[in-house]
C-alpha cells in the first residue's frame, strides 16, 4: 500500500502478512493490532504519552531477571491473567485464581491431618474439607499443594529468617478424599512496589496490597489441575486486591473458636492448639478433564 492513512493502515497490517501464516497466531495478532490502533485513535495518543509508555515497558525490562518478572506483575495487576483465568475456567467447579509466583516445587508431604505451623508465630488455623468431584463424590489421592505467608506477610522465599518451604507443603487425601492441616493465619501483603508497577499504582491511586491468602493447587488424574487460593472473610482488601484474584466462592469464614473438643482427633499437634484458633472449612471440587 503506498498511501497508508489513520483509515487503512490496520487493513494494510492484515494484508502485509503471508496467505500461509498459522490461523489462530493470524487471528490473535490481528486482533491485537486492530485494538492498538483503535486505543490510539480513540485516546488521540501524542508522542510524548507513547513514549512514556516505551520507557514504561524499557524500564520493566531492565528490572525482570530470573527471580523477578515485571511484565507478569503488569499482566497481573492490570486484570489481564485474572481475565485470560476466567475465559478459560467457565465451569462447575471450585473458581480458580491466580498462581502469584511464591509456588515452590518440592514442598515436603504431610499427612492428612499433618501440623504446618510448627513454631511460626501466629493465630493457629485448622484447614480442612474433602476434594470432590461436580456430583459430590469424594475424590481419593488427590494431591494438594498449599503455601502462604507467615505472620509478616512474607513468603520463606522473601525472608531469610524463613527456613526453606517454611509454611509450604503437599498432602495427599484420604480414601473420604480428606484433608486437614493446621497452619498459621495468613496476613496481607503488598505486591512488589519497587518498579514500574508501583508508579503505575501511585499514578491511579491503587493500592498494591492483597487480601490474605492461602494458595492451593489440587491434583488428580483424569481431573482439570485447580490453582486457586482462599481468602478470609473479615479482610480489608477483599474489594481492592491489586490482582483481581477475589471469587465469591473463594471466600471463607475463619472461623474464631476456643473449644478444643472440636478438634479433630487425627490432628498432628493433639490437643494443643494455642487458644483461640481458627478454623476454615472448605471443599474442593474437581471438574473432569474434558469439560
Ligand atoms: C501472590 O499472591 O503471591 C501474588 C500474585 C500475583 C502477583 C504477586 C503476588
Ligand atoms: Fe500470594
Not at 68 to 88: C, H, K, P, Q
Request: aromatic share 10%; glycine share 8%.
Amino acid at each position: 500500500m503506498k498511501n497508508v492513512s489513520i483509515d487503512t493502515i490496520t487493513q494494510a497490517f492484515v494484508d502485509y502478512c503471508a496467505d500461509d501464516t498459522d490461523p489462530r497466531t493470524m487471528f490473535v495478532l490481528t486482533k491485537l493490532v486492530e485494538h492498538l490502533h483503535a486505543f490510539a485513535k480513540e485516546t488521540q495518543l501524542t508522542h510524548a504519552e507513547w513514549a512514556r509508555g516505551l520507557k514504561f515497558m524499557t524500564d520493566a525490562g531492565k528490572i525482570t531477571d530470573d527471580e523477578r518478572n515485571e511484565f507478569v506483575l503488569i499482566s497481573d495487576v492490570t486484570g489481564l491473567s485474572s481475565l485470560v483465568d476466567m475465559i478459560g475456567s467457565q465451569h462447575d467447579g471450585t473458581s480458580s485464581s491466580v498462581l502469584g509466583p511464591f509456588h515452590s516445587v518440592g514442598a515436603p508431604e504431610l499427612p492428612v491431618g499433618g501440623d504446618l505451623k510448627k513454631d511460626n508465630d501466629g493465630a493457629t488455623v485448622l484447614v480442612e474439607g474433602v476434594v470432590r468431584d461436580t456430583y459430590g463424590n469424594p475424590i481419593e489421592g488427590a494431591m494438594i499443594e498449599l503455601w502462604q505467608t507467615a505472620e509478616n506477610g512474607l513468603y520463606y522465599s522473601q525472608d531469610g529468617n524463613q527456613g526453606d518451604f517454611n509454611l509450604c507443603c503437599s498432602m495427599k487425601t484420604g480414601a473420604d478424599g480428606r484433608y486437614a492441616m493446621t497452619t498459621v493465619k495468613p496476613a496481607p501483603y503488598k505486591v512488589p512496589d519497587d518498579g514500574p508497577v508501583g508508579e503505575l499504582f501511585r499514578a491511579t491511586g491503587r493500592t498494591p496490597w492483597r487480601p490474605s491468602h492461602l494458595h492451593f493447587i489440587v491434583q488428580s488424574e483424569g481431573y482439570r489441575s485447580l490453582v486457586t487460593e482462599v481468602f478470609a472473610n473479615d479482610d480489608p482488601y477483599l474489594d481492592s486486591d491489586a490482582v483481581f484474584g477475589v471469587r465469591e466462592d473463594l471466600i471463607m469464614d475463619y472461623v474464631e473458636t476456643h473449644d478444643l473438643d472440636a478438634l479433630p482427633n487425627d490432628l498432628e499437634i493433639g490437643c494443643n492448639a494455642t487458644l483461640p484458633y481458627f478454623k476454615v472449612d472448605f471443599d474442593f471440587v474437581l471438574v473432569t478433564e474434558n469439560t
